[in-house]
DNA sequence: ACAATATGTAAAGTCTATTTTACATATTGT
DNA sequence: ACAATATGTAAAATAGACTTTACATATTGT
């Protein structure tokens, strides 16, 4: 699975600190996870899609491997 | 956080194996999502979206206190 | 009623999401 | 250039997603 995460934030200038501190988690999580480096909850998907008002499925996409 | 998915396998006609074959999960995983035992990753909550052709949105929902 | 299928649930195990702390490097503003 | 802010990354710890096995109950078709 991929995400669009890092240039959602860029439009919306937040640091990864913002958007953390906006959906409740660590930033070492919003940093892991624009590095692909593990696959969050759906709640988190949930929570970042409602901070850039898009729909999940344009934020996060499945990949041939998942 | 709460799910459709029973309502969404009952207007398919899939039984929870149908539908956990589908995704490549155990029924139990299936099973207990409904029940609202655990949160999904968002892998599996793509995967679930797109059997019933609907947004992530339209099958998982945040609630108050998550 | 009987047989087959579908669902509920539980326990133990594995794997991975997420946190906390900490430090190094990169970027930005003045 | 300097100071402040933002990002990358790592290690250890905790919590929770998901599997496997197994059994009990409920539902459906004949």
Redesign the interface.
């Known amino acids: 699975?991929k995400n669009n995460i890092r240039v959602e934030r860029a439009i919306k200038q937040l640091t990864q600190e913002d958007l953390a501190r906006m959906v409740s988690v660590s930033r070492q999580t919003i940093n892991a996870m624009e590095a692909n480096k593990y696959?969050?909850?759906?709640?988190?998907?949930?929570?970042i899609?409602?901070v850039f008002s898009k729909?999940?499925?344009e934020i996060?996409?499945?990949e041939e491997t998942?």
Do not use: I, Q
């Not at 696959?39 to 929570?47: D, E, H, Q, R």
């Open positions: 699975m696959v969050p909850s759906t709640v988190l998907a949930l929570k899609a409602r729909p999940v499925e996060f996409w499945l998942d």
